[in-house]
């Protein structure tokens, strides 16, 4: 869903990539999957304006059992995240049926809460005395997995964030609340500067994953004695991997810096997610 809805964009018309590979390969099965706008967003064949589903049955509906009109959430089949994603299921056997939902949903906590808790890695050198033992930390989660180390942040979001309970946003604090550099107050939604809840399963997991600034992306943390709360950071990647159920040994080049591994994990697709609608082909 890019541009202006122009039915000419090409960003438009890559589910036309999408039909050229289904006629050349000519498989078995299909599945195509998206954001849910998907199965809204209409195209131009033929000076006819037709939504995706409307195209796929046109196209293929000879050959192809098509399940479709289906908007489905990874929370609903073992996955510990809030992702909800269009999908459109094509057999040439008998109709691929979407697999039921799972009775009980995974909670962050039963995901990442065996974890060990790590604070932030302070831009400004001189806060760092706020977690003496952080150095140490890092080592012991390094030794848990080699991307379970925390994001880089600026002093002030770490503050506002020990001082934001969990499961809520640093906008409801009075006296900690999101500013400006210059200590103007920031103006924003209270979804974001927000802390994940331990009970329930994460909101989805955007791109923009790695800042505490947007959408519900701070770890839940755990209350001090003190008052505050641990873990005023981002989620690390190995955290994240584990909402959306990434196997651990997924070989992750060394190449690849921490936004890019982030940004190509929020266009993901949970594997679990995918693995059981696979799994239900009835072949």
Known sequence: MAGKRDYNDPRNLLIFNVIEAIEKIDPDYVLIENVPQLLNMKVNLDNEHLTVEELIYRKFSHKYN?????????????????RKRAMILMSKNSKWEFPKKDKVKVTVEEAIGELPTVEA????KEYNKFFKDNKQKIEECLKVHKWHFPKEHTWRHVEIMMHTPTGKSAFENDIYFP??????????????????????????????????????NVHPGRKRKDGTYTDARALTIYEIMRLFTIPDDWNIPDWANDNFIRQVIGEGVPPLLIKKVVINRGD
Do not use: F, H, L
Request: aromatic share 6%; net charge positive; with cysteine.
């Open 66 to 82: 098509i399940n479709s009109n289906k908007i489905i959430n990874a929370e609903e089949y073992g996955v510990p995240q809030n």
């Open 121 to 124: 890695i302070i831009k400004e």
């Open 179 to 216: 500013k400006k550099e210059n200590g103007e107050k920031v103006r924003g939604y209270n979804t974001t500067y927000k802390r994940m809840q331990w009970d329930r399963p994460a909101p989805t997991i955007t791109m923009a994953n790695g800042s505490i600034s947007s959408q519900c």
